[in-house]
């Protein structure tokens, strides 16, 4: 019987309902529920369809995989068609479930550091009342924010800091006119914008052209005393060159919800600097998020079942 492999891990679970609705969907199918860890080889040549996060360096092993569905936006190491078992399988990503989510952690982040209060947070601990110079502070209104990766995300980042009054600037492979931005520029023209850019947000897949992107030499070009965000992927960051741009006031600030690595380890100097906000990889995370996630493969399934293309493929040649 052709199965299709529904995994888990402690990030990625569908509920139950929808899981529900896949067996209805898919009745010629055994519908599998497996634990990420507990994939066995014997599951992996039997599936037809997976989606989840199967180890990538197995799938070679899936003789019998048609179509393999990635529950992230950014599919990293599954863009590489080596990896495959045949140059037939289809590799799709989850999109346009994250925006909302990912795009309030930009704007809490920036309010955040705005405000000092990654600051203010450490002397409640200490239970100290102590107020900041009143140049210890800066306002988001009027300012120039610069969205490098100016696609559906970046589209609903820039719409929320629409609200703002700020002048909003995209990056993107080819210039063109996106909605909320007022203007967007091409890849090649990143240095050059930089130093106009009051917060600068990273939104970008992890690919062979963005990884290291923001080195030393990237960062130096950005405005002094601009605030990065990424939200994209930690490794775009060269993160020693990060922390000495923070140290020695270059940049002041950032909000990191990607590192590199991740962890980020105990070491790293980042912790310690009170003009940076780091949260766990979790911007996409909502308790709507599963739902959103569920709902795009059930349509994708259908789209499958019944033969005809499925949207969000990956595309090899940009690595997402």
Request: with cysteine.
């Amino acid at each position: 019987m052709k199965k299709i492999i529904i995994l888990y891990n402690q990030v990625y679970r569908m509920p139950d309902e929808y899981v529900n609705q896949v067996r209805n969907m898919a009745s010629g199918y055994e519908v599998m529920v497996v634990r990420q860890d507990e994939l066995t080889d014997e599951m992996l040549e039997e599936a037809e369809v997976i989606t989840g996060h199967p180890d990538a360096e197995r799938l070679a092993r899936a003789r019998q995989l048609r179509w393999l569905h990635i529950q992230s936006a950014g599919v990293d190491k599954y863009a590489d068609p080596a990896l495959l078992p045949s140059e037939d399988v289809v590799v799709t990503r989850t999109a346009g479930v994250f925006g909302t989510t990912i795009a309030e952690h930009v704007v809490g982040m920036m309010i955040a550091l705005c405000r000092a209060f990654p600051i203010y947070e450490a002397n409640q601990r200490d239970r100290q009342w102590k107020r900041l110079p009143e140049d210890s502070y800066r306002e988001i209104s009027g300012a120039t924010v610069l969205v490098v990766g100016a696609g559906d995300l970046g589209g609903e980042i820039a719409k929320r800091l629409s609200g703002f009054d700020c002048r909003i600037l995209g990056i993107r492979r080819s210039a063109r006119p996106s909605q909320y931005f007022d203007d967007v520029y091409g890849m090649a023209e990143l240095p050059a914008v930089l130093g106009k850019a009051d917060f600068t947000v990273i939104a970008l897949p992890s690919t062979e052209e963005t990884r290291g992107m923001f080195d030393a030499g990237l960062l130096a070009a950005m405005k002094r005393d601009s605030i990065l965000i990424n939200i994209g992927r930690g490794d775009i960051v060269d993160t020693a060159a990060l922390a000495a741009a923070l140290q020695s006031g270059q940049l002041g600030g950032a909000g990191l919800d990607v590192t590199d690595p991740e962890p980020l380890p105990e070491v790293s100097p980042l912790w310690s600097l009170d003009n940076v906000m780091i949260t766990p990889h979790v911007s996409g995370f909502s308790p709507k998020v599963p739902a959103r996630r569920a709902k795009l493969f059930l349509d994708l399934l259908s789209r499958y079942l019944a033969g005809e293309e499925l949207y969000y493929r990956v595309d090899y040649t940009k690595g997402y």
